[in-house]
């Protein structure tokens, strides 16, 4: 499908419905001596994956981790597939890592896509207030459940700017069985608004930065639980290519 995208200097997405396979969550690249991808997609895009490294000039051997936003399969299903090729950890939240260690098909959410999700190891288990050295790079961890009980975002400073990697607290849908919770959602979209950050990516918009991210939360904010999807008004976002 398409070619890697490149946001800021060793920060790609290399994954998602335009660049791997139409049901693949984004996939985030920091390339260098320390190769990590945050999320990493489906097994059905994990070979277009492998080209779009293979096009930044790296193989699934040189990942050395993980950081995954959550434990669903279009998300992070890839995982297994990763681990045959490389030594990659996983890190995901505590609240997460049972589900993927069990394949649980309900909370990786792998039954709406009628796939297995292959059960993988959770090598090491974030928390909340959690700090990442990775690639020259400060990753903070937040716990922001909602979507899921073990969604996580990431806060880093890349490019000279403030960058909260949000996955699908600013896109997931609601669905009880998969453990969505309107209240911890809430809490989570407050806790966010406390950040301070000045660009966003979600889990599934186009490979881009969104520009008025503060402005975003705050929408979603207002709207939970009665539009889930305020980010999708084009006219509000200012998209970077």
């Given at each position: ?11 790609y997405?290399?994954?998602?419905d ?31 994956l ?37 030594d ?21 959410a ?12 959770a090598?090491?288990?974030l928390e ?60 989570s ?53």
């Amino acid at each position: 499908m398409g070619k890697p995208v490149k946001l800021f200097d060793r920060f790609y997405v290399i994954s998602g419905d335009k660049l791997s396979h139409p049901w693949d969550a984004s996939a985030y690249f920091i390339a260098g001596e320390d190769p990590t991808l945050i999320d990493c997609g489906s097994t059905k895009g994990y070979p277009a994956l492998k080209e779009n490294l293979e096009e930044l000039g790296y193989r699934p051997g040189d990942i050395r981790r993980v950081l995954a936003t959550h434990s669903h399969w279009d998300h992070l299903s890839a995982m297994a597939l990763l681990k045959e090729e490389s030594d990659a950890k996983l890190y995901i939240h505590e609240a997460a890592a049972d589900a993927v260690e069990q394949g649980d098909p309900v909370r990786t959410a792998a039954f709406l896509y009628d796939e297995t999700f292959p059960a993988v190891k959770a090598d090491v288990k974030l928390e909340h207030g959690d700090r990442l050295e990775v690639g020259g790079y400060e990753i903070h961890v937040h716990h922001t459940p909602g979507h899921t009980p073990g969604c996580v975002s990431f806060w880093l400073e890349v490019g000279g700017m403030k960058l909260l990697i949000a996955g699908d607290t600013l896109w997931g849908g609601y669905h009880p069985r998969i453990g969505s919770s309107l209240e911890d959602w809430e809490r989570s979209l407050d806790h966010l608004l406390t950040l301070d950050f000045d660009v966003m990516t979600t889990g599934h918009i186009p490979p881009t930065l969104v520009f008025d991210a503060k402005t975003k939360v705050e929408e979603a904010r207002q709207q939970l639980g009665v539009y889930f999807n305020p980010w999708f008004k084009s006219f509000h976002l200012k998209f970077r290519y």
